[in-house]
Nanobody, 124 residues
Framework: QVQLVESGGGLVQAGGSLRLSCAAS????????MGWFRQAPGKEREFVAAISWSGATTSYADSVKGRFTISRDNAKNTVYVQMNSLKPEDTAVYYC?????????????????WGQGTQVTVSS
């Protein structure tokens, strides 16, 4: 079992930046592939980014590639996503997720644990 708590969301103007954090507890954090997902009102939850156990491998949705950077600090049991050049279409609730599988995945249903989410609102 692992518990996930996101933080760092808020209101930002278009072109601005935010860094989201996800603190994990309850299990061996370094054994989980971690992902970030988001869900906008009226839309399905979608993949944003994921990172391997060691942090050596990352994957991004095309919509955020070049603007968002996922990273992790296994000593602090925390995963981050740095979001730059934010756009109004990035507005959503952002969720952190963990999976015990050993490969990076973009499929929502294959993640085992989820945080409660943090709201990101980008104004135009």
């Amino acid at each position: 079992q692992v518990q996930l708590v996101e933080s760092g969301g808020g209101l930002v103007q278009a072109g601005g930046s935010l860094r989201l954090s996800c603190a994990a507890s309850g299990s061996t954090f370094s054994r989980y592939v971690m992902g970030w997902f988001r869900q906008a009102p009226g839309k399905e939850r979608e993949f944003v980014a994921a990172i391997s156990w060691s942090g050596a491998t990352t994957s991004y949705a095309d919509s955020v590639k070049g603007r968002f950077t996922i990273s992790r600090d296994n000593a602090k049991n925390t995963v981050y996503v740095q979001m730059n050049s934010l756009k109004p279409e990035d507005t959503a609730v952002y969720y952190c997720a963990a999976t015990r599988r050993s490969i990076i995945m973009a499929v929502t249903s294959l993640y085992d644990y989820w945080g409660q989410g943090t709201q990101v609102t980008v104004s135009s």
